[in-house]
């Protein structure tokens, strides 16, 4: 299991377990985790997983792909750390993870 | 106004299920016309996710989905059935036992005998992005589309976004505007290369500017726009003056018209209908794939094509009352493929020996 640590807009974190192979967006949907929507499912099609990646995890998670790239156009307030969750697949290595959830999913 | 366009079927939606409806209705002599919002056929599988695959289409081990749209509009054509595309329905009116007049908001108007809410998620509608207090603005010099190029003669234009509906805008208004801002968060497009090098080009000549960033805030008065404020990637804001902003942030389905057609709806977006014939409350209105409800509806296109077989044994009571119904299979009947414009092979002949 690999712990993931989710935190809101107003500062909340909610720390769940993850699955290995289980993307960041599955784990908190599974969980309950608010702050993402998730509309399609995770197939990069909507934009509504938007994440940003705490500073020390950003070279660790890696870049997004030009598809997700080509996503997160339609997604809002997009900084240099933005991720769609879904494209993210939970690994041992990623043990800790902080992510935020923006003020708004579109 | 022009009269009205008589017809067994109205669809309201061209997605998978209100296509293969056309299928179940056309076997059973139905004629139908479609009506969809989008300037294509095909719902969400064209709009949202037309390159990826789709794996759960019984018999179709794999297709993209617009694969299985374009299968579908080749599977259908026997069945010759009207397309009318860049129209909202707006409203459905019952005016006989059953008859039913349907409106849409180009002022077309349908009269049929039943009528078929395919409408999926919704109506696909511009994405508003989360600009705070961007609501006054909407409509008066914030726009979604444009209806009208000449409006924008002679007027400072900021255009957002990073797709083709940004890219063609761009390309569209930058002789009439007398000065065009093309803004977008990075420095590649989703568009079609085609238009981004003739964005670029235009750039080069100094007839637009392009600048990296996104808005953050507007500034203006009674819902006339002065200055978008801008947010670039290191954080510094700076403001771009204007009198009209286009944002193209893509589309996303919302409920739309559908909630004011009087049905009582499952968690306010969701028709109820009965499992037998996917009937509504109103006699004569059926409401099939995504935007129905029923216990243990499941949102798949496989489910969407039972439902739509089913709702055609129905709607055929409706359009032919006196006529009795014999079911029948594609493989054997030749009635069935008489409609379909084919012939089977002929049976294998005995070989002599
Ligand atoms: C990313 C993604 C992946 C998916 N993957 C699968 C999968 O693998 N397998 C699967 O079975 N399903 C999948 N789905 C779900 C599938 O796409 C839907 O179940 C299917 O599209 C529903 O079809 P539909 O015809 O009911 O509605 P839609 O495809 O939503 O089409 C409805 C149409 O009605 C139009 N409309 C609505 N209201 C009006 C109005 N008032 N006037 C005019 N037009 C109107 C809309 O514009 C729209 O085009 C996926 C969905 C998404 C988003
Ligand atoms: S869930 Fe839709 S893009 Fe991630």
Redesign the pocket.
Known sequence: MVKITYIDNEGTARTVEGEVGATVMETAIKHGVPGIEA???G????STCHVYIEEEWREKVGEPSPMEEDMLDFAFEVKPSSRLSCQIKVRQDLDGLTVRTPERQA | MSEPIKTDVVI????????FAVFELGLLDMKAHL????DKI????????PE??????PGVPFTS?QGLVDSLLEQIKPFGAQYHLN????SVERIGDPLFRVR?DQGTEFESKIVV????????QPKRPPIPGIEPYEGKSVFYAVRKMESFRGKRVLIVGGGDSALDWTLNLAPLASHLTLLHRRSEFRAAPDSVNKMMALVGDGKIDFVLGQVAALKGNDGQISEAIVKTNDGSTFDIACDVMLPFFGLT?K????AKWGFELKNNELIPVNTENFETSVPGIFA????NWYPGKL??????FHEVALMAQKAYRYCYPDKRLVFQYTTSSTSLQKKLGVSPPPPPQPVKV
């Not at chain 2, 309201?12 to 296509?19: R, S, T, W």
């Not at chain 2, 409920?255 to 559908?258: A, N, Q, R």
């Open positions: 509309e399609c499912g197939a990069c099609a909507c | 309201i939606g061209a997605g998978p299920i209100g296509l009506i969809d919002i989008l095909g719902g969400q599988c064209a709009e949202l996710y990826k695959p789709i794996y759960d289409i989905a129209e909202m329905v707006e849409t809410i395919a409408a999926g998620g919704g109506s696909f389905m409920l739309g018209p559908v099939v794939g995504d935007i949102k798949l296109i496989l489910s969407g």
